[in-house]
Each structure stands twice: as structure tokens, then as C-alpha cells.
């Protein structure tokens, strides 16, 4: 690749003065078939290729979001306690969300607020350090109740899955901030649980709630979509990967939240896409589509 590993996006701002900025903290290279389910491959690989293992070319996207003084981090990347045996598997470079923002000169004793869409390994691996510590010694880590408690469950299907151990430490540290629901953590940025992918994903609504304004215009909002929609490729809403737990729920609910998306003109930031972000929805006769 000839992309930087790191590299931070130019601000954007929303509505009531929320800036937002694209954090490339590494790659990652999840198997393909798994990452479209049910979507036959005559049919996505027309969007994108593979490497000879079968796996697609991903981006770690965070966001680095800043209004009314407070910084906030979106997901964490893989982090630095992954085995090199599951970083070869996986195709993990980088992913560790302290030196990626170091690399492009923020410090990490800065954030204020760290948003993990939900506990899988490419979102939550990162929450801690390789002291075992939490990663971002100020910042409160917002999660959603129901995630925290489906990564404490019995179910066999997430044993060995979840990021139990660091969402433990985190708490222990006394930085864990359990939210239930829809959530505004400061003006303009708010979470909201949208299940499906796993019992307790969110995503991050960026804007303040005012009337709609014109395109590019500062009443502009805009959505992190968590693995709800990891990249562009995955918008047509029926199109649940093998990851998502609870498939039809995820279609429910990214059918609804992609016609607001598109109706209202909501800007998009998709968390594995490696193409530039963010870009917009359109609805036509055959369905949504990426724009812009
Ligand atoms: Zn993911």
C-alpha cells in the first residue's frame, strides 16, 4: 500500500459547531465471504477484489470529533494485544489507537470521551494498552449496558469473542461509562443503540438536531455507522454479513436509519471503508447507493 499507515482527514464541521476528522489507525483484512454473508460473490465482487487468501483490503477508521472543548475518539482499532498468529490471520497493520493519533501529533491524555460501537476485537482492542492500562488514562469509555452485559453472557456463539477482559479493566479503572439507549454526550453528539450487529452495537449521530440545510452547508449532519455498515459496499440494507448476530434486527434497523440517511442528507463515515469519507446516501428506483 502506498497510503500511509496513520494519517488524519481534514476537519469537517456539523451543525452547532461539531468537528469531525477521519483517524486512519491501520489495516485490516477480514475474510470476504464472511464479511458479505449472505450476499453471493457474483454479486460483490463486482464492488471489490480480494488478496489470493480471500480477504478484503479494510481500513481501521476512527474519528477524532471536537466541539465546546471536548475531544472525542470513535472505536479503538485491534490495539496491541492481538496474537501475531491472529494479526497474520486477519491481515492486522497498525491498530493501535494511542500511536496513530501520536504519529499525526495528538495526544492520547487528551480525549475526553472514547465511543466503542460495540466489543469485537477491530473496535474495542484498542480501549487498553500494552501495559494493560486503559489507553486514554482522562477519557470515560461509552458503551452501550446491553453490550457490556452480552460480553458477561453464556451465549456460546460470543465465548472468546467479545473484549471482555479489557472492557473489565476499564471498569476497574473506574472509567466506564454505561449508557441504555440514545445518549447525548455533548451538544451535538449523541449515541444511539441500534442492536443487530451485536445485542448492544451503537452508532454516533454528529450535528446538532436543527432544521435541514442545503449541502454543505453548516446545519449538515452526519452518522458513524459502527459494523451496522462497515464500508460503502454493504448499504443495500438486506446485506447482513456473517458477523451480525442478530440479521434481522440489523436489517430493520439500517432500513430505517438509510432512509433518514438519505432523506435528510446525513454524511456518512463508514469504519472499515478505505476509500475517502465521508460521502452520502441516495435512495433510486434499485435501492440506496453511495453518492458524493
Ligand atoms: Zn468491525
Redesign the pocket.
Known amino acids: 500500500m502506498s497510503e500511509p499507515l496513520h494519517s488524519l482527514g481534514d476537519p469537517r464541521e456539523y451543525a452547532g459547531g461539531v468537528s469531525v476528522r477521519v483517524l486512519r489507525a491501520g489495516w ?1 483484512r ?1 475474510d470476504a465471504g464472511g464479511f458479505f454473508g449472505v450476499v453471493p460473490k457474483p454479486m460483490w465482487s463486482r464492488l471489490v477484489e480480494t488478496d489470493d487468501r480471500g480477504r478484503l483490503t ?1 481500513r481501521l477508521n476512527l474519528l477524532l470529533v471536537e466541539v465546546g472543548g471536548k475531544r472525542i475518539l470513535v472505536e479503538t482499532g485491534t490495539g496491541v494485544r492481538m496474537t501475531d498468529k491472529d494479526r497474520d490471520i486477519k491481515g492486522v497493520e497498525g491498530g493501535d489507537p494511542a500511536e496513530a493519533l501520536r504519529s499525526v501529533g495528538e495526544d492520547p491524555e487528551r480525549i475526553d470521551f472514547v465511543v466503542v ?2 466489543l ?4 474495542a482492542g484498542g480501549m487498553l494498552g500494552a501495559d494493560g492500562r486503559p489507553a486514554f488514562p482522562n477519557a470515560r469509555y461509552v458503551i452501550q449496558r446491553d453490550e457490556a452485559e452480552a460480553a458477561h453472557g453464556d451465549e456460546l456463539r460470543l465465548q472468546g469473542v467479545m473484549e471482555v477482559e479489557q472492557l473489565d479493566a476499564v471498569r476497574a479503572a473506574g472509567q466506564l461509562a454505561e449508557v441504555n439507549g440514545e445518549v447525548e454526550l455533548v451538544d451535538g453528539v449523541r449515541v444511539i443503540r441500534t442492536g443487530g ?1 451485536t445485542r448492544g452495537s451503537q452508532a454516533i449521530l454528529l450535528g446538532a438536531e436543527r432544521a435541514r440545510g442545503r449541502a454543505g452547508d453548516p446545519n449538515d449532519r452526519a452518522i458513524f455507522w ?2 451496522l455498515i ?1 464500508t460503502r459496499w454493504q448499504i443495500p440494507v438486506r446485506w447482513t454479513s456473517a ?1 451480525d448476530d442478530y440479521p434481522i434486527d440489523a436489517i430493520e434497523v439500517r432500513n430505517e436509519l438509510v432512509a433518514r440517511a438519505a432523506s435528510e442528507g446525513w454524511w456518512c463515515y463508514f ?2 471503508d478505505p476509500g475517502a469519507l465521508p460521502i452520502r446516501i441516495e435512495a433510486t428506483d434499485k435501492g440506496y447507493r453511495a453518492t458524493e
Open positions: 485490516f477480514p479494510c460501537s460495540h469485537h476485537y477491530d473496535h450487529h459502527g459494523d462497515p458477523y469504519t472499515h
